[in-house]
T-cell receptor, first 113, second 112 residues
């Protein structure tokens, strides 16, 4: 069952610009995570935000979480060509086992040099 | 270096054959997972295991089987009952108490 839905499906920007990706989900969660996937590779964990947190930073990444709207956003500042990848949000549902992450379909980000 | 290793990277299967995908981790993680990724579909959970000798079905377990005889290993068998096995398979592990997964680099299975 797909819980998270990323928006947009694809995003193309110029190097140096900021990239914002959004994720909406349906049920209550313990935490929400963002992952990056380079083409044909495994996923890499970027950041985890717990349900009682509203904002979290890691380097050039900023994640927000609004549990009332069941939505999250990932902001990548000052993007680089190396940020080109697909980005997935994943939720740990409160019900049905928070040890199982449910992934969205991803946003494909292209950063043009 | 600690990590999670999937092999082989590419696998070709004839229709009617069973194949086994390997997943090994040296991170001392208790939980391990298998996901399937199809274009435009995101990741879907096949099976997961939170402890040795125990595993649970995910959302799309039909046509797949797993075992967890050792903490380090969680092989996935794609049986002939899986009607559409061509996909990218990802194995992941997670330490107890930490929510983030560590993923392997994946196995791309193609039915020929």
């Amino acid at each position: 069952s797909q819980q998270g839905e990323e928006d947009p499906q694809a995003l193309s920007i110029q190097e140096g610009e900021n990239a914002t990706m959004n994720c909406s989900y349906k049920t209550s969660i313990n935490n929400l995570q963002w992952y990056r996937q380079n083409s044909g590779r495994g996923l890499v964990h970027l950041i985890l935000i717990r349900s009682n947190e509203r904002e979290k930073h890691s380097g050039r990444l900023r994640v927000t979480l609004d549990t009332s709207k069941k939505s999250s956003s990932l902001l990548i500042t000052a993007s680089r060509a190396a940020d080109t990848a697909s980005y997935f949000c994943a939720t740990a549902p409160t019900q049905g086992g928070s040890e199982k992450l449910v992934f969205g379909k991803g946003t494909k980000l292209t950063v043009n040099p | 270096d600690g990590g999670i290793t999937q092999s082989p990277k590419y696998l070709f299967r004839k229709e009617g054959q069973n194949v086994t995908l390997s997943c090994e981790q040296n991170l001392n993680h208790d939980a391990m997972y298998w996901y399937r990724q199809d274009p435009g579909q995101g990741l879907r959970l096949i099976y997961y295991s939170q402890i040795v000798n125990d595993f649970q079905k995910g959302d799309i377990a039909e046509g797949y089987s797993v075992s967890r005889e050792k903490k380090e290993s969680f092989p996935l068998t794609v049986t002939s009952a899986q009607k559409n096995p061509t996909a990218f398979y990802l194995c992941a592990s997670r330490a107890t108490g930490f929510g983030g997964y560590t993923f392997g680099s994946g196995t791309r299975l193609t039915v020929v």
